[in-house]
């Protein structure tokens, strides 16, 4: 059965205290893996799309990377305003395209 | 306006009653998503609908019932509510339709629902 764990549940860092949160998954037939934000009362906003293993991608204080089994979102010295909930989303093909969400990683970031 | 409108912003619905969310975007974009977002669970998929006059059933459609008689709206009508589907719903939509490998999708501001 295809699935996606996000960990930890949630994270409280001080501000500038670097960290990372994990998403692992196990599916068939990836085609993408998607990382997006969600601030309280929002809906989710995209982050970064990764397309294969060993990819990498940057915005500010983050960084995305993908391996075969599982990506990694780095928040390095995080300020306040990065506390959010962080989410992962895999997209499968297998007949037809399908995207399953994790559950999410809520930050806190402390002043 | 730009991008994806929900309404209502939220809704206290006594079990048994018709609902109806909308959702319209302005983006023109084909596919359009909705969605229910509960604690401690992922984004599951309710309905979507490929491009205008089509739709389809996602991981969790009982209960629920979509149209999309044009490109920018895409409503979700709960037509006997039950306690279980307060939740939060957010439409989506991506540019392309099925058949092409879908980008990053975006998202309404999302519809909070308490069935009682």
């Known amino acids: 059965e295809d699935q996606v764990t996000q960990s930890p549940e949630a994270l409280r860092l001080q501000e500038g205290e670097s960290s990372s949160l994990n998403c692992s998954y196990t599916v068939s037939g990836l085609r993408g893996l998607f990382w997006y934000r969600q601030d309280p009362g929002k809906g989710p906003e995209f982050l970064f799309t990764?397309?294969?293993a060993g990819e990498e991608k940057e915005k500010e204080r983050l960084k995305a990377t993908l391996t075969k089994k599982e990506s990694f979102l780095h928040i390095t010295a995080p300020k306040p305003e990065d506390s959010a909930t962080y989410l992962c989303a895999v997209q499968t093909y297998t007949g037809g395209f399908k995207t399953i969400f994790g559950a999410g990683t809520r930050l806190f970031v402390k002043a | 306006i730009a991008g994806i409108t929900q309404a209502p912003t939220s809704q206290i619905l006594a079990a048994g009653r018709r609902m109806t969310l909308r959702c319209t975007q302005d983006m023109r974009h084909n596919a359009m998503y909705w969605y229910r977002q509960d604690l401690g669970l992922g984004l599951r998929l309710i309905h979507y609908s490929n491009t205008a006059g089509t739709t389809g059933k996602g991981e969790v459609p009982d209960g629920y019932s979509v149209s999309r008689a044009n490109t920018d709206d895409f409503p979700l009508t709960l037509a006997s509510a039950v306690p279980s589907q307060t939740s939060v719903y957010f439409c989506?939509?991506?540019?392309?339709?099925?058949?092409?490998?879908?980008?990053?999708?975006?998202f309404g501001p999302g519809t909070r629902l308490l069935v009682l």
């Open positions: 990764l397309y294969s």
């Open positions: 989506a939509s991506t540019p392309g339709a099925e058949a092409y490998f879908q980008e990053t999708q975006y």
